[in-house]
């Protein structure tokens, strides 16, 4: 099955740095990547859209420049917190899907990403 | 707008009982897909099942079946013959209509635990 990979795994940061999470599909062209934050106990949100050579569309309330993301090649997604500060703390977690007619979404581990 | 609904916060069931968790739906699209994901204390999300809206048969995986009330909008899970294994958090999704102009993306429900006890 197709293999996505998240980089680190978990992370702690002092609040005011920046964070740079990576989002790699092993094992096949990710036309698309998304990216997800989970509160605790919480469900799934949406934070941005990813096209591989193309702007980042972001929902609706997501900073686009505290959230960076850049979609360089079909295998590597990074978002970068900027800045960060303690109520950025959450999971986040990546997935790609292979074309714009597939309806699959292949998921990362996810990140954890602590500010203190 | 499209909205997924998971009522039941948490479940409980007897190891190889069979359990079904509630999920409806609200679009206005004609083609969209549903997903059940089960999400163990690790964090990583796991697929479990699809079902498009004009599949007429309902998915099946090994277990997992979907029970599929289009009228109604809805998408149950239902796990059969219950494990230990099966205790996380199970999460509904929806994808947008498949040529909507975007890039298909989920929509989650709040989701459900699941406890399964011996």
């Known amino acids: 099955g197709a293999v996505v990979s998240q980089h680190p795994s978990r992370v702690i940061c002092k609040s005011g740095t920046s964070v740079k999470i990576e989002c790699r599909s092993l094992?096949?062209?990710?036309?698309?990547m998304f990216w997800y934050r989970q509160f605790p106990k919480q469900s799934l949100m949406l934070m941005a859209t990813?096209?591989?050579?193309?702007?980042?569309?972001?929902e609706q309330g997501v900073e686009k420049d505290k959230f960076l993301i850049n979609h360089a090649s079909l295998t590597l997604s990074t978002l970068t917190v900027t800045s960060a500060h303690p109520e950025d703390s959450s999971f986040y977690i990546c997935?790609?899907?292979?074309?714009?007619?597939?309806?699959?979404?292949?998921f990362g581990p996810g990140t954890r990403l602590t500010v203190t | 707008a499209q909205k997924i609904t998971q009522t039941q916060p948490g479940m409980f069931v007897q190891e190889k009982e069979a359990v079904t968790l509630d999920c409806t739906y609200d679009?206005?699209?004609?083609?969209?897909?549903l997903f059940w994901y089960k999400q163990p204390s690790s964090g990583e999300m796991i697929f479990l099942i699809y079902q498009g809206s004009y599949d007429e048969q309902n998915a099946t995986e090994g277990r997992y079946s979907l029970n599929f009330q289009k009228a109604r909008k809805s998408a149950n899970l239902v796990i059969s013959a219950s494990q230990l294994g099966d205790s996380a958090m199970y999460f509904c999704a929806m994808r947008e209509g498949m040529f909507s102009g975007g890039y298909n993306k989920l929509i989650f429900g709040a989701g459900t635990r699941l406890a399964v006890h011996p």
């Open positions: 679009t206005s699209d004609q083609s969209y897909g």
């Open positions: 990813s096209n591989e050579g193309s702007k980042a569309t972001y």
């Open positions: 094992d096949f062209q990710a036309t698309t």
């Open positions: 997935s790609a899907r292979r074309s714009r007619l597939s309806y699959e979404q292949y």
